[in-house]
């Protein structure tokens, strides 16, 4: 029974991760003022103002996680 348990943990957890993405690449323009990041591949993204946003600046490598349908930025990442 313990296992039957923890292996339906270990699935619910991953499936949750499985659910948000993302998108990285190059910021190509950056409105601050109504936080609008525009990556080189020409993707825009709105990010909420419930969203924290690292300092950002045109030419540096981003990672725009979103939310499970894609259309929601939920975090806004400066990769290593």
């Keep these: 029974m313990k296992k039957i ?3 339906a943990s270990a699935i619910a957890i991953t ?11 190059v910021i190509s323009k950056y409105n601050a003022d109504v936080r609008v990041i525009t ?10 103002r419930d969203v924290a946003l ?3 600046q045109v ?6 996680q979103l939310n499970g349908e ?3 930025v939920t975090g806004v990442l ?3």
Excluded: C, H, W
Aim: aromatic share 6%; charged share 25%.
């Design 54 to 56: 690292p300092q950002l």
């Design 39 to 48: 990556l080189e591949n020409g993707k825009s993204y709105t990010v909420p």
């Design 78 to 80: 400066k990769p290593l």
């Design 59 to 64: 030419g540096e490598k981003v990672s725009i």
């Design 15 to 25: 499936a949750g991760a499985a659910f948000a993405s993302s998108n990285d690449g």
């Design 5 to 7: 348990i923890i292996a």
């Design 70 to 72: 894609r259309d929601k």
